[in-house]
């Protein structure tokens, strides 16, 4: 049942084989068995569960059902949900019951789904191990001792155990392609515009990008389906029509230009990782494909251009957080400055009051140019790489990130080595492409994700390269030794 495709569940519910109320109900049990481990959930909104699920049985009596109603999924924390608390992962939203729902959310629950809770994230979508949320450390499923990569963690590590059928994430640098990798499930950061922005908080505005993961790819092109398409409420949508994400799944791909970028197996990447993506490559050249090699020349420069443009847009979106518009408030303030002062001091972590530091040094009059310009122009550099070697092949694969998962707690000390980690994510999102995580295999008990690069909008295509390679390997089909017989 917790290892079910959404389309066999889909058709199980046609059946009336089972209902949207007792598949939601096994799925909000096996939550309280098994999140306790894990902690991949923030809140779990039980009673609107079964509303919603309630709901989703008279809609597929009447047949009026598309494939995600009655299908439990899960939000990451940062979508705001009306009625339903919204933290971000953060002391300062601890209290913040959004009175409007962000366009993904509300798509989803157009299409039927039920929603089950809002899982945990590292604070405001800074990190890469889970390890910055207020609410504590997610584990990943494979291995309680690591962690389940970031900031989507909640969302990967619940999908994995089984906790949630699907789940949405966000990607600004990585975050739901390298949790993705390390949980051993599917991702897709679709292209920057694609997915509305509208009512998902805000880390980095021109990076933000929000997708689906899940255990396929097929299963993410069913959140597609809902999720993708204009929004006139955010301004950086795109008008390009959206695609159907299913039609086209099954074609071959005999033919398929596959390119591999020297600079993504160079030092750093850990040799098994190296070998686990090679056997991969293998695989798509025995279903016709050909691969050559490419350059991204930039790729070095990624992370500390990255690391000044993120920083720069989050110290600018999260000045809202002065307990007055939003968000937590001290005690007793003595004066203004003080209330804003001391709540934002209380409200934000240490990551996230680092960067804002940085953001706001970065932006100031006379660093502006030596830092922000630059970073701006690297990025422009950065995308033309991709656009140049997407001239050449069709698509462009390689590992998701150097290592697979960590051990909690062996590089909270060491943002530089924390940083790293994003070597293979960051350049992805400063030039706006689409890409996914799919599961390639296993390094020492962890999973190993591939990460396949496309070209603007191409959404579709990579859905079809993953569900192929997914029809002919099982990588994806394993589960973690917590969440069988549970
Ligand atoms: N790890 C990166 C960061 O900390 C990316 C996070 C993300 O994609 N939200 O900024």
């Not at 953001?359 to 630059?374: F, N, V």
Request: proline share 5%.
């Amino acid at each position: 049942m917790f290892e079910q495709s959404i389309a066999t569940l889909a058709q199980q519910l046609r059946d009336k084989e089972i209902s949207s109320v007792e598949l939601t109900r096994l799925f909000l049990d096996r939550i309280q068995a098994l999140d306790p481990q894990l902690n991949s959930f923030i809140t779990i909104s039980d009673e609107l569960a079964l509303q919603q699920a309630k709901a989703a049985d008279t809609a597929i009596a009447n047949g009026s059902s598309s494939s995600l109603t009655g299908i439990p999924i899960a939000h990451k924390d940062l979508f705001c949900t009306q009625g339903v608390l919204t933290t971000c992962g953060s002391k300062m939203l601890n209290n913040f019951i959004p009175p409007y729902e962000s366009t993904v959310t509300g798509r989803i629950q157009q299409a039927g789904a039920v929603m089950l809770g809002k899982t945990n994230m590292d604070e405001f979508a800074m990190g890469s191990s889970n390890e910055n949320s207020f609410y504590g450390a997610v584990k990943n499923p494979w291995n309680l001792n690591k962690v389940p990569g970031g900031s989507s963690g909640g969302s990967a590590a619940a999908v994995a155990a089984g906790l949630a059928v699907a789940a949405t994430g966000t990607d600004t640098g990585g975050s739901i392609r390298q949790p993705a990798s390390f949980c051993g499930i599917t991702g897709l950061k679709p292209t920057y515009g694609r997915v509305s922005r509208f009512g998902m908080i805000a880390y980095a505005s021109s990076l933000d990008q929000g997708g689906p993961m899940a255990k396929s790819a097929e299963d993410c092109a069913h959140l597609m389906q809902a999720m993708a398409g204009f929004d006139d409420k955010d301004s950086t949508s795109s008008e390009t029509p959206k695609e159907d994400y299913l039609a086209n799944l099954n074609a071959p791909l005999a033919g398929l230009k596959i390119g591999l970028p020297k600079e993504y197996f160079g030092d750093g990447l850990d040799t098994k990782v190296a070998d686990t993506i090679m056997a991969a490559v293998k695989e798509f050249e025995k279903l016709g494909a050909t691969v050559k090699e490419v350059s991204l020349p930039n790729l070095q420069l990624s992370i500390p251009s990255y690391y000044v443009i993120a920083p720069s847009e989050a110290s600018s979106n999260l000045s809202r957080f002065d307990g007055v518009r939003f968000g937590h408030r001290c005690d007793d303030p003595k004066d203004l400055l003080d209330m804003y002062t001391r709540s934002r001091a209380e409200g934000f972590g240490t990551e996230v009051q680092k960067r804002i530091m940085v953001g706001t040094y970065a932006l100031s009059e006379g660093y502006y140019d030596a830092y922000y310009l630059k970073a701006q122009k690297i990025r422009r550099l950065i995308k033309e790489d991709f656009v140049n070697a997407l001239n050449e092949v069709d698509v462009i694969m390689g590992p998701v990130a150097p290592t697979t998962a960590f051990d909690l707690g062996s590089k909270t000390n060491d943002p530089v080595a924390m940083y790293l980690e994003d070597i293979y994510t960051l350049s992805v999102n400063l030039a706006g492409i689409p890409a996914m995580s799919v599961p390639a295999g296993f390094v020492d008990n962890m999973p190993v994700g591939l990460q396949i690069m496309g070209n603007y909008f191409a959404e579709a295509k990579l859905l079809n390269i993953a569900h192929q390679y997914q029809q002919n390997t099982d990588w994806h089909l394993q589960t973690p030794t917590m969440a069988k017989g549970a």
